[in-house]
């Protein structure tokens, strides 16, 4: 017959074995395992679907925007999406593996950035396409082998998975599609009024490298010079993406329009807008 302390001795066994096996699960097939799906507040359709959170959907669009303003191949924007997939779900976290911090789960001992400067999404993605640059060859490799050039991971496959996601997100928020992210803001957003309208300008031109030619027609709608309709829904899904963070309303480009009651993309009468248009919500 076992003892007592046989029998507690293989119950501790039991809880480390299977601990280690969410650990190992955890990191080789990514954060989804721990999303509950009730925060998953943004749709994406361009040739495929994505679902994701609020803050998932704004780091992808910055990340996807700082790619753009570097001169990356669209393809690097899919390598750099499906890392920060993996190191992070798409999350800004503070804490890893060791010192590991943020999108990219980059570390500061290991020449990074300090921590601060790690979870700025923009440097985070900035320092991300400079190390991929440098990696010869890379935009004829697999993307998880491209990726894995720069993250050194224990898991160096684990990147592929989340390849066709990424081509997803990429196809639509660098314009290859039309009203294709929509967020539905379930409360009511803290930055609002003419804070809400100055920040928002001022992280759009920002993350896309653009001069101050985004202007405020009034206390809360603004307007995004497009050229073609391509950067027009570009900004417009951008926009659409920081909806949450940056208390955005409404969004129009062309003949669609987005709303923040709705959370959807509807068509509107009257000629279609050849600018992006988009309001905040007033201060409460």
């Known amino acids: 017959m076992r003892t007592r302390a046989a029998i507690v001795a293989s119950g501790v066994a039991v809880c480390v074995l299977a601990l280690l096996a969410v650990y190992v699960v955890t990191k080789q097939f990514g ?43 669209e393809r690097a924007v899919v390598v750099a999406l499906a890392t920060a997939y993996q190191e992070s779900h798409l999350r800004n976290i503070a804490h890893g593996d060791r010192d590991s911090l943020g999108l990219f789960q980059q570390r500061p001992s290991q020449g ?37 050039r720069v993250q050194r991971s224990a898991f160096p496959e684990a990147y592929q998975k989340w390849a066709d996601e990424s081509e997803v997100l990429t196809r639509a928020l660098l314009g290859h599609a039309t009203g294709a992210v929509a967020c539905t803001v379930s409360s009511p957003p803290t930055m609002r009024g003419p804070a809400a309208a100055s920040a928002v300008l001022e992280s759009l031109s920002l993350d896309w ?51 923040a009651a709705q959370g959807s993309w509807a068509r509107v009468k009257g000629d279609p807008a050849t600018e992006v248009r988009a309001e905040v919500f007033a201060a409460a």
């Open 209 to 259: 490298g653009l001069p101050r030619l985004a202007t405020a027609t009034d206390l809360t709608a603004l307007t995004v010079p497009a050229g073609d309709d391509r950067n027009g829904w570009r900004y417009a899904h951008w926009l659409v993406s920081h909806a949450d963070d940056h208390g955005v309303k409404k969004v129009r480009f062309g003949n669609l329009e987005w709303t």
């Open 112 to 148: 990074w950035g300090s921590p601060e400067e790690i979870q700025d999404p923009r440097y985070a993605a900035n320092k991300f396409y400079a190390a991929l640059k440098k990696v010869k060859g890379w935009e004829r490799m697999r993307i998880t082998d491209a990726a894995q």
């Open 31 to 73: 954060e989804h395992l721990r999303l509950p799906l009730a925060s998953r507040t943004c749709t994406v359709k361009a040739d495929g679907e994505v679902v994701l959170g609020a803050d998932q959907m704004a780091n992808a669009a910055t990340i996807a925007a700082i790619g753009m303003q570097r001169r990356m191949p």
